[in-house]
């Protein structure tokens, strides 16, 4: 039995709702000492905090995770979005698959049970949001009921607290319209039998009052022998306004996930590259090689306008996921003798979080001087359990012969080797103004504090460990804009991350006497809005990565002295073009090392999983009203699998095309070709021999219905 002591968060967040209400009378009064004679325009100043957005195809206009009602063109920091549009033309159902064209992101493989990407050379399974509050248990995420993807790079600790020193990946929900009835619904299916189901039905419930279901089934299928799986969504949410200023949302999000646990394919000890030829082959059991989440996620939201230019939200998160996976896998790499051998663990997962946050935005003037001012406070509590146990073949052999099927012997698992229950507290306060100085400059200040506490105990042996940390995470910018659609900037922020891996499952004695590591992100870019319809964005950043945690090679005692360097250049294009004609174009030239000596790596040593070219494309022509045809590119250089520098994934370039056509308003149908060249390439890796093999040439089917 799993027990979760809950503590008093709940007291902890009622006092935090009631923190919000108490923001609003300081920064009202910050309004009535404006000058009666202070340029203000009240018909365009913003009044809601949290950013609903719009876009037109595949032009971003504004970000949910900024916090406030900021155009993307004034924000000194590069951001990605991807819009629903973007999302169902390229019939992506999984954040996975969507990431494959953002500018600087790599995926990683996750074990073949999660989520993992590399953002700026920082490699996370735990940067991951959810309408801007903490999503960072180990999963697959969907995006059936999602209604864009935002990726905000560089260290965002001010907005986001602990973690994030490559970036962020937040998804927007699908939130209820109260003024009209609306559906859709769709269905797809590819070359190997994976198919989805969806459906999105919005309804007005009575006056000022709607509700929102989405819900999903989908069945997993590729080209990788005994791989299967299926995924069930359901997400209700329903919204009223008393008020012509407020707002309320309330929503659950169940998700129920069941699939192979696939760790791809070994490297090979001669070459030092992924196994070739074998694409296939599958190095685990399919009885014991399964993966398990049952996710259930409630949210609370009220926004409110206390006056014009003034506003403050108040939202809150439960989750509490269940999670189990088991593997085997291939722990060596194929030796001349064609063999390697086998390894493998089982874990146990139950994770219980409570988030509560709120902001408030005063919009004003003091003087001639303008402000956009975002103040918050924020609590969190996480209560995770974590089981983990060995692997007993009994008396078979763990050295097994390469095969085009491979014979896995029979394994169990033993009693736990590992057992852990670890809880985290922790509570934020955060202040920014963006001050526009005059129309052509603008400076953004603003500076967060954190208290992270971290309390872990060791079931087996009976220890026990703890740690706080107080921190500091700067932000600050300078926007330059010579013309009202086009900025020039610099920026620097600063992130941290406790010492406890992005997971803080456990905690040990030498872990609670480190310090923090650090990040620091310095950039500079340009921003255009070409025309209403199109964006362009051009950055240079380097990101510094201290207080990395490795072993003396002399006295074998851990000591905090890893260092890190990324750094690169990022070009963005997104929108229309043409009338009938849209892109979403980005390029990365980016390189990354340690500089620091340790047990793991050299001075000079690559940044695993850091290609130094990679270029993502997407675009769409509709060639009359009815026809549109679609095409994507993505090409990475060659990298590392991991620090080691020991095993080179292959440079690779995908293609992928697709067809739309509208045989009516309301009924559509698209074919979506993946990998149209029928490239052998190797997209991800987790160790130097779990690396995953690209899938070869697949059709999708998709149909859909408006109503």
């Not at 999984?94 to 953002?119: C, F, K, M, N, S």
């Not at 509570?427 to 400076?443: K, M, N, P, R, T």
């Not at 690559?606 to 675009?619: D, E, G, V």
Request: glycine share 8%; net charge negative; proline share 4%.
């Amino acid at each position: 039995m799993i027990i979760v002591n809950k503590g008093t968060t709940v007291n902890r967040i009622a006092c935090l709702l009631l923190a919000g209400t108490t923001l609003a009378p300081a920064s009202a009064f910050a309004v009535e000492a404006v000058p009666a004679d202070a340029a203000f325009d009240a018909e365009t100043a913003g009044t809601v905090i949290v950013v609903t957005g719009s876009a037109d195809g595949y032009r971003p206009v504004d970000a949910n995770a900024v916090k406030t009602p900021t155009p993307l063109v004034d924000v000194p920091q590069t951001i990605t979005v991807l819009t629903r549009e973007q999302l169902d033309d390229q019939a992506v159902t999984q954040l996975g698959d969507a990431l494959r064209y953002v500018p600087g992101v790599v995926l990683g493989q996750g074990e073949g049970h999660r989520d993992q990407i590399t953002l700026r050379g920082q490699n996370t399974t735990a940067d991951f949001y959810l309408d801007g509050l903490r999503d960072d248990t180990q999963y697959y995420r969907s995006l059936y009921n999602i209604e864009r993807v935002e990726v905000l790079k560089g260290a965002n600790a001010l907005l986001f607290g602990r973690g994030g020193g490559g970036g962020v990946i937040n998804r927007v929900s699908k939130t209820p319209d109260l003024d009209r009835t609306k559906g859709e619904a769709s269905a797809n299916v590819d070359s190997f039998g994976a198919f989805a189901l969806a459906a999105d039905w919005n309804q007005p419930l009575a006056e000022s009052v709607g509700g929102r279901l989405n819900a999903t089934y989908e069945e997993f299928d590729n080209h990788r022998q005994d791989f299967e799986g299926r995924f069930i969504g359901v997400n209700p949410t329903l919204a009223f306004e008393p008020g012509e200023a407020t707002r309320v949302e309330l929503s659950y999000n169940y998700d129920d996930d069941r699939r192979t646990t696939d760790r791809g394919v070994p490297s090979v000890a001669a070459t030092k590259k992924p196994l070739t030829g074998h694409d296939d082959t599958f190095f685990g059991r399919n009885d014991v090689n399964i993966a398990t989440v049952k996710a259930h996620i409630a949210q609370a939201r009220i926004d409110h306008d206390l006056a014009d230019g003034l506003s403050f939200n108040v939202l809150g998160q439960y989750s509490h996921t269940d999670k189990y996976y088991g593997n085997v896998f291939a722990g060596s790499s194929v030796n001349d003798a064609g063999q390697l051998t086998l390894s493998g663990y089982s874990s146990a997962n139950v994770r219980e979080s409570w988030v509560g946050q709120t902001n408030l935005v005063w919009e004003g003037h003091t003087g001639p001087i303008g402000h956009t001012v975002l103040a918050g406070l924020e609590i969190s509590s996480q209560d995770t359990t974590s089981l983990r146990s060995d692997p007993d073949f009994g008396t078979a052999s763990t050295t097994v012969t390469l095969a085009k099927r491979m014979t896995i012997p029979a394994v169990t698992f033993k009693a736990p080797s590992r057992s852990s229950l670890s809880r985290v507290d922790t509570w934020s306060a955060y202040f920014q103004d963006q001050v526009e100085l005059a129309s052509f400059l603008q400076v953004v200040a603003g500076i967060r504090f954190d208290e992270f506490r971290i309390n872990s105990t060791d079931r087996i042996n009976a220890t026990s460990a703890q740690r706080t940390d107080r921190k500091w995470s700067p932000r600050f910018g300078v926007v330059l804009k010579p013309r009202k659609e086009m900025s020039f900037y610099a920026s620097f922020t600063r992130s941290f991350l406790p010492q406890s891996g992005d997971q803080f499952g456990s905690l040990d004695a030498t872990q609670a006497t480190l310090a923090p590591e650090r990040f620091e992100n310095l950039e500079a870019g340009v921003k255009w809005d070409i025309n209403p319809g199109l964006a362009f964005t051009a950055a240079a950043y380097r990101l510094d990565r201290e207080n990395s945690r490795f072993n003396n090679p002399v006295t074998g005692l851990p000591e905090l002295s890893g260092k890190t360097r990324a750094k690169g250049i990022e070009l963005q294009l997104a929108g229309r073009v043409l009338p009938d004609w849209q892109v979403s174009l980005g390029y990365t030239l980016q390189d990354g090392e340690v500089r620091s000596r340790t047990t793991a790596a050299l001075p000079g040593t690559k940044l695993a999983q850091l290609p130094r070219h990679q270029f993502a494309a997407w675009t769409r022509y509709d060639v009359t009203r009815q026809l549109g045809l679609g095409l994507g590119v993505t090409h990475q250089l060659k990298s590392f699998a991991t620090i080691s520098n020991a095993v080179t994934l292959p440079a690779f370039t995908r293609v992928d095309a697709a067809v739309f056509y509208d045989l009516s308003e309301r009924f559509s149908i698209q074919l979506n070709v993946e990998n149209l060249t029928d490239t052998d390439y190797f997209p991800s890796a987790h160790t130097d021999n779990n690396i995953s093999t690209g899938e070869p040439i697949n059709a999708r089917l998709s149909v859909r219905v408006k109503f």
